[in-house]
């Protein structure tokens, strides 16, 4: 994942370039399948917005419409303030960079990015500055006379996108252009793609199913769910305040702690009282979400206690007094206590992946630090909690509901 802060001291560029928007954009497929089903969206000139969300949810088709590969069956598309819906994609004047980037093989470096520069009125000299300018700015200054055979695959993804900026267009637009490369390769491209949209101020639409890759680099991101946008805001916003069950499955780790609201900050989960912060649907079953670096360990119990039989009727105190308490991890103030059992235990470097199985049945998640006093032990009964500011609500059909 990149690091924004480490570089938000850097002065923004000096022209950010085109918005887009879209409004009421619906993609009807000769086959009956919906690609696009009734988006709206505006982007902010010079922004990185990434399309996220899972395999036929309708990212790459909102980008071909935007793209102008695909006609919108109804809705309007602007680009830079002109309505373009009904422009094809050479008029719409966008860079666009895909996976496949497909350069031309007996060609070097140089004549790949100047291709599509011939024709476009230019001078010898200026095409020349172009190319050496777009070279600058993916770091490939000095390999310009190679064939693509010659560079790596991460240096022909640099050349693929230096080919897009070349033409100086007011939005790029990129479908998964990482997916081809290893991780090690993928997190750098990350940085280079960051550093390069700081200093161009071209806005950059990015398709990625990488929710690492979406939370890294986006400025803001827009989640997919079956054709339509089911969230749009900042990487904090989407992981801290998910809207549905399935932003907060879909983006990260999460505790899911499903039962019915009791009042405003109030959710009965078994025989317990969860409380949280913040909006939520009145009435009716809905699930309190804390993400796993938020749970809190508060005691440990031993496993041939009387805890274990404290987990199945969901009554805290009796893993408190059946159980040897063997650890407190400075859960002491926390609002909401579960119990738990520890049904796995990873080891992650930076911490300890621990699995738990919860009294309704359900998994969860915690991060165990490394160097906690009192380490836990698979089958362990223990007790979580997390405070109130960390949980979100969300609506979440109950048993009826979803048999209805
Ligand atoms: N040319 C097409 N003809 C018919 N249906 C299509 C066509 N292209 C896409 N679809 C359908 O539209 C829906 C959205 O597909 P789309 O490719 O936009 O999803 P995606 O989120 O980009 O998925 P992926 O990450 O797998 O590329 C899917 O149900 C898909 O099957």
């Not at 390769?185 to 806005?203: A, C, K, N, P, W």
């Not at 019915?260 to 699930?287: H, I």
């Amino acid at each position: 994942m990149t690091d924004r802060s480490a570089t938000a001291a850097q002065p923004a560029p000096t022209t950010r370039t085109g918005g887009v928007r879209l409004d009421r954009v619906t993609k009807r497929f000769r086959s009956g399948a919906i690609g696009v089903d009734d988006v709206s969206l505006a982007v902010e000139p010079g922004e990185f917005v990434t399309f996220l969300g899972p395999s036929g949810s309708g990212k790459t088709t909102t980008l071909n419409t935007i793209a102008g590969f695909a006609k919108p069956s109804s809705g309007r598309i602007e680009i830079a303030g002109a309505d373009v819906t009904a422009l094809p994609p050479s008029k719409r004047n966008l860079g666009v960079v895909f996976q496949n980037y497909a350069l031309f093989p007996h060609m070097t470096v140089r004549e790949n990015i100047a291709f599509g520069l011939h024709g476009r009125g230019l001078s010898k000299a200026e095409i020349g500055a172009r190319i050496e300018e777009s070279l600058a700015m993916v770091r490939l200054d000095g390999l310009g006379d190679r064939t693509p055979k010659q560079i790596s695959g991460g240096q022909q993804q640099r050349v693929a996108l230096a080919r897009a900026l070349v033409y100086r267009p007011p939005v790029l637009l990129m479908d998964e252009p990482l997916g081809a490369l290893d991780k090690a390769l993928r997190d750098r491209m990350q940085v280079e793609i960051s550093r390069i949209h700081r200093e161009v101020g071209t806005t950059f639409l990015f398709v990625t199913h990488d929710q690492g890759e979406a939370l890294g680099l986006s400025d803001r991101i827009v989640l997919f769910d079956r054709g339509r946008v089911v969230q749009v805001g900042t990487p904090a916003e989407l992981y801290e305040r998910p809207a549905s069950l399935f932003a907060a499955e879909f983006l990260g780790e999460s505790n899911v702690f499903r039962g019915e609201l009791a009042g405003p900050g109030v959710l009965r989960f078994g025989e317990q009282t969860l409380r949280f912060t913040g909006d939520g649907p009145g009435s009716g079953s809905a699930a309190v979400v804390v993400r796993p670096e938020r749970l809190r360990l508060v005691r440990a119990a031993d496993a041939s206690g009387g805890a274990a039989s404290g987990v199945a009727s969901g009554a805290v105190e009796s893993a408190a007094r059946g159980g040897a308490e063997s650890a407190a991890r400075g859960g002491a103030g926390v609002q909401n206590r579960v119990e738990a059992r520890v049904v796995n235990i990873a080891y992650f470097g930076a911490f300890r992946r621990v699995t738990l199985r919860y009294a309704d049945g359900s998994s969860g998640l915690l991060h165990d630090g490394v160097d906690a006093p009192a380490p836990i032990a698979l089958g362990d009964a223990v007790v979580v909690g997390w405070d109130a500011e960390h949980a979100v609500v969300v609506p979440a059909p109950g048993p009826a509901e979803q048999a209805a």
